[in-house]
Structures are given as C-alpha cells and as structure tokens.
C-alpha cells in the first residue's frame, strides 16, 4: 500500500524491455565457460522465458563464440540475437559475419577509462562511438550503445556522447553502472537528467559491487528507464550483474508493469544455469534459493498453514517454486501437526509429546530433520519398530599402517544375505563403500552427507554418527547412530538412512 502512494511520483514506463546477459557478462563470471552447445540451450530457454533480447555472444572474442552466436540467429528465436562489439570496425564486422540482429557497442567514457585504460581524450571516443553506431546502422542492424563507465563519467560529457549516438541512428541506450558504484538516488537522478534531453529509450547495465545491482535497476525505471540488462542468478563480473529473477519479479509484483516474461520458468532456468555453469545458488537467493518459499520458525508455519500471505509475498508457483515446511530447532506444534496429518499418522498427547521434544533436542544439537526422520520417531512412539529391510549380519574391518583399509560387510536384504568386501581411504570409508556396494545392486543410495560428532571425552567417547542419503527418485533421510566404536556408528547410521529410504520408496 505505501508503494501506491509513492508511486504517484514515478515515470513508470508502460513496459520494460529485458536484455538477458547471462551468455555474455554472464560468462565473464570467473571460473565460468559455456561450450557453444551449453549457450545453445540456455538460449532456448531464454527465448521461451520471453526475454526481449539475448546478448549470446562477444563475437570478435573467439571462434567459439562466433559459433555461438551464428547457431543462436539460426534458431530464429523470438528473442533479439545480440553480439557485443567494441568501438572498433574489426568488432562490429565480427558480429555482422554471425547474422546478428542486433549489435550492443560500447567505449568507456569516464576520465579513469580514458586516461588508464583507452589512452584516448574525449574527442576521440566520441568519434568512435558516432562512427560505429554509424556503421551499424549503415548494415541495417539494430544498434545499442553503452558509455562503459558512465556511472563515474562527467555529466555533460556523458550526455554530449549519448546526444551524439542518438544523432546517430542508435536504437537503444545503455547507461552501464560498471563497477556498481551507484545507489538507487544517484541512479534515479542520472536517468532523469538523461530523460530530459534523450528520446530513444534508455537501459541500464547495473554490476552488484554493493549488493544494489538490483535496487539501482528498480530505481532507474522509476525514473522512466525502459529497459534492463539482467543475468540468471545474478551471474557477472565480479559480484555479478543484477539477478533477471529479482528485477522481473519486482517490477511485475511491486510496480505492476506488465511484462512478457513466464515467470512461472523462472526456477528452472535457475536451476538449470546453476547446473551448466556450476556455480549454487545460496538457499536464502531470493526468488529461487531453496528457501525462498519454506518455513521452518513455528509461528511463521502456524500463519502460512492458514494463509500463506501472511509469511509470502507471492505465490511459489508463480515463479514454478514449491512451498516446504521444515521441522527443526524452531519448529512449532502445529508444523508437526499438520506433518503428521499428511501422512495419516495420529498421536495422544503424550506421544506426540516425545516427538516435540525429540525433534526439538535434535534441533539444539543443530540436526536438521527430514519427513522420513519424523515418521521413524512416530512410529517408534507408536510402538510399530521400524521395519528393518536390511539388516546387518556380520562386519569386520582391517586397518593398520602399511595395510589397505578393508571392510568386509554382511547384509541381510530383504531376507537375501549378501557379503562385499571393499577398501578405502580409511575404515568408515571402506564400511560405506562395502555397504553401497551391495545395495548398489537393488538400489541408487548415494551418501550426501556424513558429520561425525564425540559425544563424551576420552579415547571410549561416544561418537555419534549423522548422514544424510539419497535415491535417484530424490527421496532423502537421515541416519543417526551414537555408539563408541566411530565405524559401527557410522555403518549403523548408514543402515538407518537407507532403510527410512527403502520405507519410503
Ligand atoms: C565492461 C565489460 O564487461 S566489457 C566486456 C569484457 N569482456 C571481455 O573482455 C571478454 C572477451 N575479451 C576478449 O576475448 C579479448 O579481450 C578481446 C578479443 C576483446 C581483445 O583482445 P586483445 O586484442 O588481445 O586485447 P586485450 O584484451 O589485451 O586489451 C583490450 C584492448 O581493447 C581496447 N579496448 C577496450 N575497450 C574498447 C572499446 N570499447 N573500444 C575500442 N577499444 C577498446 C583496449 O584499449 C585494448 O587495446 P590495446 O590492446 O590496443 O591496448
Ligand atoms: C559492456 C558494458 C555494458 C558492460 O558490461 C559494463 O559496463 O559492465
């Protein structure tokens, strides 16, 4: 409701057009290399997402990416096919020999870019910058061009350069915040100054050097910017670009501009740059972490069971997420409850009560708690002892120096007894390696996690054993063991976790 009233004093635009930059700037994150095969398909998904325009390439830069951007415009997308080119001829020739429909030029034009880096006065960038865009517009190609730096760039220079290009035939014009300096104010009266005098609509390319990569893009629009350059996930040079989900998301729910973009893809493609570029998401991302839609605290679960605005700003399927309650440390009885009622499973007070508690000592002692490990612990209360589908028969374990750490494992599947001896990096390794190499025959377990904790002090301590495991339907539990010899508490809790998964399948 306060953004109404504030609203009131913005030039919106009507619309705002999205530059996706994932394939460009998005690649300049460090560490990060897309194959031609890689962009193809993220490209793809870019063009069904309903961005405006994909910068795919830098094509003078490589022959890979020459590839990229030449498969890409053979696709005949609906999204514009964009290439980056310096002010140079040899950049934009590069681009123009790939089929382009759209060509992003740029020159930095701060006094650090032209002193330092370009070694050219102003006059000069000014030409190149005219000269190019000339030349582009002479090839009948759509024009974009980016004052790198403009952020730290003199005012009434920066304005003569973007005047000229303008004079010039460009379509678009990029304000580039390069290394994030700028804080929402400082944007939103930049952009209104530019508005003043520019009439070809205006962008801006935000870096996120201070976290406001997103806040400055939101501000310029405010100040009537009609397009953005955005990556997935907030990929980028540096602390990276602003996040496309984020900016997406909040000038469709925040500023109710209408938009082309199918939001409710946002998560898969998330998900699916995380998986090609290699680089997570943080659960708190906003829009798309893992956590952007779960609960956990009881006081927010007990709202959400009610009404899931009161804890959510907007609905996960409008972003193609899914809501999750999380038993833990804060869990409040109602999450329990209403775990509990899905899977059919009724408790008296006081059984319930064991429950409450042991979930609540296992979340001080900072375990996290699946749906499998709350259904163990009803029906332990219940008095039903959790079917044991394997069961261990027999282990034995060699280790000492010079010797190869060998366990040798005998499980009892399902009434079937199999025996697997196998070595390792010590003997809990060799324990598990034998254990998944018998179950590797039924079933894909894998280990995701394993933490082992001394309880008590002293060489006969307690040690307790945590794991978490996996199946290739992505069913997961957890296993606990506390015993005093660290590798039966380990195999123990192993047998715990796929046992809860074989329950579950
Ligand atoms: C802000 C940004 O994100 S801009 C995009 C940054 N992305 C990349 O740089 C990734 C791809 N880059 C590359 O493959 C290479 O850097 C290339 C092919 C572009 C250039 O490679 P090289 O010719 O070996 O030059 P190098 O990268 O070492 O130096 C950059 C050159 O471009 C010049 N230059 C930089 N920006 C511009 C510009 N906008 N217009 C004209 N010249 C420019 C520099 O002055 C320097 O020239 P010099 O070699 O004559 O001194
Ligand atoms: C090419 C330009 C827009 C750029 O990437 C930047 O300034 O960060």
Do not use: W
Not at 144 to 155: G, I, P, Y
Not at 218 to 233: K, M, R
């Amino acid at each position: 409701m306060y953004i109404e009233t504030v609203k009131k004093n913005m030039k919106l635009p009507k619309t705002v057009r999205i530059l996706d930059t994932t394939l460009r700037d998005g690649e300049q994150t460090p560490g990060v290399a897309m194959t031609v095969d890689e962009k193809i398909r993220i490209a793809q998904r870019l063009d069904k997402l309903g961005v405006d325009t994909i910068e795919v390439a830098f094509p003078v830069s490589s022959p890979g990416e020459r590839e990229v951007a030449r498969e890409i415009h053979k696709l005949n997308l609906n999204s514009n096919v964009c290439g980056l080119a310096r002010a140079l001829k040899k950049d934009v020739d590069a681009a123009i020999d790939c089929d382009v429909d759209y060509i992003h030029t740029f020159i930095g034009t701060s006094p650090l870019h032209r002193k330092y880096k370009l070694k050219m006065g102003k006059e000069e960038i000014l030409s190149k910058a005219v000269d190019t865009v000339e030349y582009i517009k002479d090839h009948g190609i759509t024009a974009e061009f980016s004052a790198e730096d403009a952020t730290r760039t003199e005012f009434d220079y920066l304005k003569k350069v973007y005047g000229a290009v303008e004079d010039a035939g460009v379509d678009y014009i990029d304000v580039p915040d390069t290394v994030g300096v700028m804080i929402p104010s400082s944007m939103n009266y930049l952009i209104s100054e530019l508005k003043k005098d520019i009439k070809v609509p205006i962008g801006v390319h935000c870096h996120d050097d201070f976290g406001l990569a997103v806040a400055n893009s939101l501000s310029a629009v405010e100040a009537g910017a009609e397009q953005v350059h955005a990556t997935i996930n907030g990929l980028g040079e540096r602390a990276g670009n602003a996040s496309l989900e984020e900016v997406v998301m909040a000038l469709i729910t925040r500023y109710g501009i209408k938009m082309n973009i199918k939001t409710e893809l946002l998560v898969s493609i998330s998900e699916f740059v995380s998986r090609i570029t290699g680089v997570k998401m943080p659960p708190n991302k906003a829009i798309v972490g893992d956590n952007a839609f779960a609960h956990e605290a009881g006081i927010h679960v007990h709202g959400v069971l009610q009404k899931a605005e009161t804890y959510e700003p907007i609905t996960p399927e409008m972003v193609g997420h899914t809501r999750r309650i999380v038993l833990g440390k804060l869990t409040g009885a109602n999450a329990i409850k209403a775990k509990l009622d899905k899977y059919g499973i009724e408790l008296n007070d006081q059984q319930f009560e064991k429950v409450f508690n042991q979930i609540k000592g296992l979340g001080d002692r900072g375990k996290c708690i699946t749906d499998a490990d709350l259904k163990s612990m009803a029906e332990n209360v219940l008095g039903k002892a959790q079917k044991e589908i394997v069961k261990l028969e027999g282990f034995s374990v060699m280790t000492g120096d010079n010797v190869m750490p060998t366990a040798t494992v005998k499980l009892n599947i399902d009434g079937e007894i199999k025996t697997a001896a196998k070595t390792g990096v010590g003997p809990v390794d060799a324990a598990i390696n034998a254990i998944q190499s018998l179950m590797g025959e039924t079933v894909d377990i894998e280990l995701d996690e394993y933490h082992i904790e001394a309880i008590t002090g002293g060489t006969n301590a307690l040690a307790e054993v945590f794991v978490i495991m996996s199946d290739e339907n992505g069913n997961r539990a957890t296993g606990r063991s506390t015993v005093d010899d660290v590798v039966m508490a380990s195999v123990d809790a192993v047998l715990d976790a796929i046992n809860k998964i074989l329950i579950e399948r």
